[in-house]
């Protein structure tokens, strides 16, 4: 799996940038091997929950995170394009409070690697977008908790042109200083 890794502004989430064979029949790439993952982007994980997910234009989710079993995830685009948001919840990290931000779509790509104690989301950019959710633990209702999406204090550059989509428990987030984080 001859892949790029390309390093964000914070240092533990990365940008996966596959090797595509094109030729006459369309293309190929690996999409995940799990000996490359551990000696090229993060030892000590192993998956075990793939989510899929289908989205329409304009529609916004999280920012999500589990509190007690952390979940690490690799996030994929299979059709369209999202702008996917990692926030560092890690009260001992230098980079706390910090996001990073990378447009992921079915033209580039790319996945995300979101290391355990991040919250995520995304902003569909296109009509619709179909998102694969590779996680290192299962997802438990319990245990999850969202981040206020424009919490001022955290100042996501969503890059919106017009007010999104948001239901459920992503309509409902707390600020960053009322959240638990790790």
Known sequence: MPCRIRHTN????KIVEPHIANDARGLFFDSFDQEWFEENVARGYTFVQDQHMVFSRNVLTGLHYQIQQPRGLLLRVV????????LDLRRWS????RWVGERISSANNWQMWIPPGFAYGFHVRSDVAEI????TSKRIAT?????CWNDPEIN??????SEPIVTGPSAN???LPAV???
């Not at 996501?156 to 042109?161: E, P, T």
């Open 10 to 13: 914070i240092r533990d989430v």
């Open 79 to 86: 059709t369209g394009e999202v702008f996917a948001v990692a």
């Open 143 to 147: 245990f999850e908790r969202t981040v």
């Open 156 to 161: 996501i550059a969503w890059g919106m042109k």
């Open 94 to 97: 230098v980079t706390f409070g």
């Open 180 to 182: 638990e984080v790790y």
């Open 173 to 175: 987030g707390a600020g």
């Open 132 to 135: 694969l959710v590779r996680a």
